[in-house]
């Protein structure tokens, strides 16, 4: 994904129906800095350099791409190393024993502070009076409750799932479900 696909797709939602005659606040953007640290398999000693993968140079070019786009705030969480796990499909062959190699071992890593932000933005242009709309673009239905909140604070809270499958709270505390 690139910045361009993110402005696109904020314009084509800007002319729907329901929002064409509505002021554009802001657009906020959350995602996670890239993990740039190193870390040693325990089982090989290999270094793992997070760093030089190209995932972080793809999200870098994305970022630098969306600080150009008007009205867009980039809110970023941060990676978090947990150690190792076990790839899943070791623990799906029934047996009393089990050989683990370094090949099995996958690195454990947990996104922090997105989710938060995401609701103490939502929480804070409700409470603000800043919005009227707030078009969530999201799956996770961890959000039910900061959507609840808004709602309840008088904004139209309109659900851009991008074509994923949600979970039918999603629905049920969104006033516009875009498909």
């Given amino acids: 994904m690139q910045a361009l696909d993110i402005q696109s797709f904020v314009d084509d939602l ?6 064409v005659d509505s002021n554009l606040y802001r657009i906020y953007y959350y995602d996670s800095q890239p993990l740039k640290i190193s870390e040693k398999n325990p089982l090989s000693q290999e270094i793992l350099d997070f760093g030089s993968h190209p995932v972080v140079q793809t999200a870098e070019a994305l970022f630098k791409g969306l600080k150009n786009i008007p009205f867009l705030a ?11 796990d076990l790839k899943p499909r070791l623990l799906k062959t029934p047996s009393s024993s089990l050989t683990i190699n370094h090949e099995d071992l996958r690195p454990s890593i947990t996104q ?12 804070a242009l409700s409470l603000k009076k800043q919005v009227d709309i707030i078009v969530l ?3 996770d239905s961890d959000f039910v409750p900061a959507m609840k ?24 505390h969104s006033d516009y479900l875009f498909n």
């Fill in 14 to 19: 800007k002319t729907h129906k329901l929002l």
């Fill in 74 to 84: 980039l809110r970023l969480g941060e990676l978090s190393f947990n150690g190792w």
């Fill in 112 to 123: 922090k502070g997105v989710d938060m932000r995401i609701g103490m933005d939502m929480a």
């Fill in 137 to 139: 673009v999201t799956g």
């Fill in 149 to 172: 909140f808004v709602r309840r604070e008088g904004i139209n809270l309109f659900l851009a799932t991008l074509g994923h499958k949600v979970k039918e709270p999603m629905i049920e």
